[in-house]
């Protein structure tokens, strides 16, 4: 498995635990995570937005390993939400409203996830005919513009 695949399963499995853990039990999760004070009940609304968002982007991600070359869209988006993610915890400690054992992993893992998701999206992803060993067999042959196989 590459490390582009491990990392979409590993962000995956990150996006679906914390959809869960907001959606089930949104306050709960906030103050496992220190936030206080407690927000007013209606943020539990917005909370469970977000988890649905979650848990969608760890589908997603899932669905992306499985076949990243079919999928980069995917990758590309949760490019754009990592650093967004990233950014606005950056904002937060800096002001003082976050501490850093509150925001835990979202100070570090966004960079690392978007580290290796650019750089699986720069590396020509190869097709399934590589994944199955074809091209190195030889069973596959290179085709002209004109459509003939060489």
Not at 20 to 36: R, W
Not at 41 to 51: K, R
Not at 111 to 118: E, K, P, R, S
Request: aromatic share 8%; proline share 5%; glycine share 10%.
């Amino acid at each position: 498995m590459t490390t582009l695949r491990i990392t979409l399963w590993v962000i995956g499995g990150f996006q679906l635990v914390l959809g869960a853990a907001f959606l089930l039990s949104p306050s709960g999760t906030a103050e496992l995570l220190g936030l206080q004070p407690p927000a007013p009940a209606s943020a539990s609304w917005l909370i469970a937005m977000m988890a649905a968002r979650f848990l969608g982007y760890g589908v997603g991600m899932i669905v992306a390993a499985r076949n990243p070359a079919a999928h980069r869209l995917w990758i590309d988006t949760m490019i754009g939400i990592q650093t967004i993610d990233w950014t606005a915890t950056m904002i937060y400690l800096l002001r003082g409203d976050l501490t850093l054992s509150q925001v835990s992993t979202a100070a570090v893992m966004p960079i690392v996830f978007v580290a290796v998701l650019v750089w699986g999206r720069l590396v020509p992803m190869r097709s399934g005919a590589v994944r199955s060993g074809a091209v190195r067999s030889g069973a596959v042959r290179s085709v002209t513009a004109s459509g003939s196989a060489s």
